[in-house]
């Protein structure tokens, strides 16, 4: 019996790559995002690979559209076995530099998109006896990266709801995974330069959305609490733990810069 997965934002980057992963294990997979021509490229890839597909324009900031694409994704496939709550975005820039209306745009997609997603699928997982719910933050949601205060916000903002709903429902079959990426090559660093209205450059080490996708889909294969598809990243929330004032040091030193001519 092929796995059913529903995904957000999964017209590029981590989200994509997921999908395609899961389609050469023959899983049946719906993709919402707002580009419908990107989705569909995506949908036919998904086919090409071995995988059914679903694609659907959805807003993740939109709680009827999220009831919507599970519905879909039931009516299409049976059931669902795994949601993934990937949508989202970044800005740069120091919180008296980023408006209120920057700060709501993007607390609204990444943390309110999670939250509706989640309020959509939860309810199916109870029926069903089982589900599992992975939610990617990142590793700026474990510890705060200088000049991305609004990002991380959003970040820890998915993690203290996933971690409360983790323990919740310890013991009932259903699950809770929180992925933390570094760096990775998507159009992320695109849509931040258009939402910040500069560029930034990192020094740190950066990884691929195959590797990514590559860690989500042993997650899901074997449910655990936390997934690193860098592991030393783990390392950055163990330092800060015991060593906040010298993380600070290290991030910055080591943190995005804009890049000004
Ligand atoms: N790239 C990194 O360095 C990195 C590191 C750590 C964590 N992450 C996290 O990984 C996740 C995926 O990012 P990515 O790197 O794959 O970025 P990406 O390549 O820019 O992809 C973002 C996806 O989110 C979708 N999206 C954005 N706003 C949406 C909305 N309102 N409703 C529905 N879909 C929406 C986009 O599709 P449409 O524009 O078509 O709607 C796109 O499919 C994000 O949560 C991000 O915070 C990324």
Redesign the pocket.
Same mark, same amino acid.
């Given at each position: 019996m092929s796995t059913v997965v529903a995904i957000?934002? %999964?017209?590029?980057?981590?989200?994509? %790559?997921t999908a395609l992963r899961l389609a050469r294990d023959g899983a049946s997979i719906a993709i919402? %995002?707002?580009?419908l021509d990107?989705?569909e490229a995506v949908a036919d890839d998904i086919r090409r690979a071995g995988g059914q597909a679903l694609a659907v324009a959805?807003?993740?900031?939109k709680p009827d559209?999220m009831r919507a694409f599970i519905d879909a994704t039931v009516q299409a496939f049976g059931r669902l076995d795994v949601v993934i709550c990937? %949508?989202? @975005?970044?800005i740069y820039g120091e919180i008296d530099r980023v408006t209120p209306e920057q700060m709501q745009s993007i607390m609204?997609?990444?943390y309110f998109?999670t939250f509706h997603t989640v309020r959509a699928a939860l309810p199916l997982f109870r029926t069903q006896g089982h589900g599992h719910t992975i939610i990617?933050?990142?590793?700026?949601g474990k510890r705060g990266i200088p000049f991305m205060g609004p990002?991380c916000a959003t970040?820890f903002a998915q993690i203290g709801m996933a971690e409360s709903l983790r323990a919740e429902l310890k013991g009932t079959g259903l699950h809770v995974s929180i992925v933390?990426?570094?760096?990775?090559?998507?159009? @992320? @660093?695109?849509?931040m330069t258009q939402n910040s209205g500069f560029a930034t450059r990192a020094n740190g080490p950066?990884q691929s959305?195959d590797s990514?996708a590559d860690a989500i889909v042993r997650a899901i294969r074997k449910p655990v609490p936390e997934v690193y598809p860098y592991l030393p990243a783990k390392g950055l929330a163990v330092l800060n733990a015991i060593f906040p004032g010298l993380t600070d040091t290290l991030t910055k030193r080591w943190g995005r810069k804009p890049i000004r001519n």
């Open positions: 957000t934002g %999964a017209s590029a980057g981590i989200g994509k %790559a919402c %995002a707002r580009r990107r989705l959805a807003d993740v900031t559209d990937n %949508a989202g @975005f970044g609204d997609v990444n998109g990617i933050s990142s590793v700026a990002y970040k933390y990426p570094i760096s990775t090559n998507t159009e @992320f @660093f695109e849509v950066k959305p990514v």
